[in-house]
C-alpha cells in the first residue's frame, strides 16, 4: 500500500508573541488552538514564517488553558521576532485510497490568537474566498 503525506490541519496566520533562546526547542501553543487543531503535545509541526520568510521544524508543547501566547522556544527563536506572524501546519501519512475524500482543519487567528473561523482547508474554499 501506498502512503502520502497530506496536510492535517493548520494554525492560519497566528502572531508570535515571546521568542525564548533559552528554553527547549520548540513551539508553545495555548491548549485550546491545539485541541481544536487537532495537534497533540509533542506532535512534529511546521511553521512558516509569513512576516520574515522562514521556515522550520520543531515539537508543539500545551500552553496554558487561558493564554493565547504563542511562543518559539530554543534556537529557532533566531527566526522569528515576537509580532511575525506564521503558520503551523501539521501533517499525516493517509493510504492512497483515503486522500482523495480527506480534508484538513484550518483555523483561522486575530492578531491577538483568538480564533476567528474552523473550516476545511481546500482550494475550492480559498476561490470562493478571494471571490468576496
Known amino acids: 500500500m501506498h502512503y502520502r503525506k497530506m496536510l492535517k490541519s493548520k494554525i492560519h496566520r497566528a502572531c ?9 526547542g520548540s513551539i508553545t501553543i495555548p491548549s485550546e488552538l491545539l485541541k481544536i487543531a487537532n ?9 512558516w514564517n509569513v512576516t520574515a520568510g522562514t521556515r522550520f521544524e520543531t515539537y508543539a508543547i500545551e500552553g496554558l488553558a487561558d493564554s493565547s501566547d504563542i511562543c518559539i522556544n530554543g534556537a ?12 503551523i501546519a501539521s501533517f499525516i501519512q493517509l ?12 483555523v483561522f487567528v486575530d492578531r491577538k490568537n483568538n480564533i476567528i ?3 476545511p482547508e481546500s482550494a475550492i474554499f480559498n476561490k ?4 468576496n
Open 76 to 87: 529557532a527563536a533566531h527566526l522569528v521576532t515576537p509580532g511575525d506572524i506564521i503558520i
Open 39 to 47: 495537534i497533540l503535545p509533542y506532535e512534529a509541526v511546521n511553521i
Open 95 to 106: 493510504a492512497d485510497d483515503k486522500c482523495q475524500n480527506f480534508m484538513p482543519t484550518a
Open 16 to 24: 508570535v508573541t515571546h521568542a525564548n533562546l533559552d528554553y527547549e
Open 117 to 119: 473561523e474552523i473550516r
Open 128 to 131: 470562493l474566498a478571494d471571490l
